[in-house]
């Protein structure tokens, strides 16, 4: 906040610290902030996923296809793989 409040009074307006915060509590930046920094390893010089984060997500999605074919659901569009073809069969 104080960073912001040096910046902003460099160029030109009379702010606060509260003010500041309440502009950033307010507009969402800070959770901003927060999504990338839980999704990636900010320490190093890459930006690099956490495996963690990734790991998650994607048992996730396996949970949940599990949870619709155990309820006998069809799986979404998006993780159904295409009929196979005839000439596909002949050379499997």
């Known amino acids: 906040m104080e960073r ?7 160029q030109g307006l009379a702010v606060t610290e509260p003010q500041v915060e309440q502009a950033v509590t307010q507009s969402g930046w800070r959770h901003l902030q927060q999504a990338p920094a839980a999704r990636y ?12 984060w990734l790991v998650g997500q994607i048992l996730g999605q ?3 296809l599990l949870g ?9 569009t998006w993780c159904r793989m295409p009929a196979p073809t005839l ?5 499997a």
Do not use: F, I, M
């Open 4 to 10: 912001a409040c040096h910046c902003l009074r460099q």
């Open 62 to 64: 396996v949970r949940e």
């Open 41 to 52: 390893d900010l320490s190093g010089p890459t930006l690099r996923l956490r495996e963690n």
């Open 68 to 76: 619709r074919l155990e309820a006998g659901h069809a799986l979404p």
């Open 87 to 91: 000439r596909q069969l002949k050379y």
